[in-house]
Every structure is written in structure tokens, then in C-alpha cells.
């Protein structure tokens, strides 16, 4: 996926783009809300040597989207597998089926989202997974 935006800071091989987030997009939360509401992608990789004001396009990783909806939906299939297996076991150990299946599925859901966290950190620094810039669309001129 390609998204375009202008470079707003330059760091160390790495740019802050300010984004015009398309219809597209799909949640996957590289991007973060500015106070002033604007949306920004930070520490995009820059290769091709972008400048404060110039137009890029940043290349997204197609498995980002596999990323963000993992986000959503395993906590959710956990939290109804969790309710259902205390659900049904909770009588064999004694316990009320509906409180078994809450705390089932507390359990699930919380193992569900320690194990996602994990996977986050692992891949944070994985450059497939990461956006770039793929080109230079213009550049600003009033740096020059």
C-alpha cells in the first residue's frame, strides 16, 4: 500500500511524514493524531535522502494489515473461546457455568494480549515490516 504525505522532520536515516490518510487505510496505527489533529507516520526509513517539506510516498508492507487485524480479532475469538471452554467445563469443576466462562474468558483474552505484545516487540525492529519511503514526489525548493 502506498500512502502519500510531506516530511515534516528528518532524523537519522528516518523521517516523520504528516499523512493524508486515504480511504484505504485501514487502522493499522503507524500513524498517531498530532494535537493539532494532523496525522503523523513517524520514523518512516529514508533511503533516497527526503528533505523537510519534500512530497513522498511511503510504502506500506501489505503485512501490516495482517498485523493490525490480528490485533482485533484474536483478543476477541480468545475472549469468546475462553467463555465458551469455562463455560462448559466450569460444571466439571465445580463451578457456576457463567462465572467459569467470564473468568475463562478473561484468561483467554489476557494471555491473548500478552502473546500479541510479545509478537509486537519481536517484530518492532524487523524492516519488512516497517514503512519506507519509496520515492520523492517533489521537493521543497524554499530549503534550497
Known amino acids: 500500500m502506498r500512502e502519500r504525505g510531506k516530511v515534516i522532520t528528518v532524523h537519522d ?3 516523520d511524514v504528516l499523512m493524508r490518510v486515504s ?3 485501514g487502522g493499522c496505527t503507524l500513524c498517531s493524531r ?3 489533529g494532523e496525522t503523523v ?3 518512516v526509513a529514508d533511503a533516497l535522502g527526503s528533505t523537510v517539506g519534500d512530497v513522498v510516498d511511503v510504502v506500506i508492507p501489505d503485512t501490516i494489515r495482517s498485523r493490525a487485524a490480528a490485533v482485533f480479532l484474536v483478543p476477541v475469538f480468545s475472549l469468546l473461546a475462553g467463555y465458551l471452554a469455562g463455560f462448559l467445563l466450569g460444571p466439571w469443576a465445580g463451578l457456576e457455568p457463567e462465572t467459569a466462562g467470564v473468568v475463562g474468558a ?3 483474552a489476557t494471555i491473548a494480549m500478552l502473546g500479541i505484545s510479545n509478537a509486537e516487540n519481536r517484530l ?3 524492516a519488512a515490516f516497517a514503512p519506507k519511503v ?3 514526489i517533489s521537493r521543497d525548493r524554499s530549503h534550497t
Open 13 to 15: 536515516g528516518a523521517v
Open 23 to 25: 480511504a484505504g487505510c
Open 34 to 36: 498530532e494535537e493539532g
Open 41 to 43: 507516520m513517524h520514523d
Open 106 to 108: 478473561l484468561v483467554f
Open 124 to 126: 518492532a525492529g524487523d
Open 134 to 136: 519509496g520515492a520523492i
